[in-house]
């Protein structure tokens, strides 16, 4: 079985990997963990002070996400699962459908934020995107947080 991972940010990726090694059998599986970084248009508030541009910004945002992949895919190995680690750049709900599809992915184990109202008109919702969009099973994992809210 080929499980495509994708990882946004801690909280939420935390979520998708124990609902993964819940629901999955490591035997025969094959996990891709995957972080895809959204291009900039203006430098984040968290990291004013930090970096002088949008290239600096989008450096920073490659590395914490490679770490935040690199800790999924440590869990992952840990439980037993063959693990490999992708990183891109670009839209997130293209780069995921289009590795989904690229991979020949059987499922696909995604956060969800739970965005609602304005945010998620202005934002748009990823995994609601993928659901719709993707050749394979998508299941969309909800932190304990988001869930009760």
């Not at 739970?114 to 969009?133: A, K, M, N, P």
Request: a negative charge.
């Amino acid at each position: 079985m080929k499980i495509l991972l994708t990882i946004e940010d801690a909280k939420y990726a935390e979520a998708a990997v124990h609902a993964l090694v819940r629901q999955i059998r490591p035997e025969g599986a094959e996990v891709c963990v995957f972080h895809v970084v959204a291009p900039l248009i203006i430098i984040p508030y968290g990291y004013m002070g930090q970096v002088e541009t949008l290239e600096a910004a989008q450096e920073v945002r490659r590395k914490e996400g490679k770490e935040l992949a690199e800790h999924a895919a440590q869990q992952l190995r840990a439980a037993g699962f063959q693990v490999h680690l992708l990183l891109g750049d670009g839209d997130p709900k293209t780069a995921i459908l289009d590795k989904a599809q690229e991979w020949n992915a059987d499922v696909i184990f995604m956060g969800s934020h739970g965005r609602r109202g304005i945010e998620r008109f202005l934002i748009g919702s990823v995994s609601e995107t993928v659901l719709r969009h993707a050749s394979c099973s998508v299941e969309v994992v909800r932190s304990p947080a988001v869930a009760a809210a």
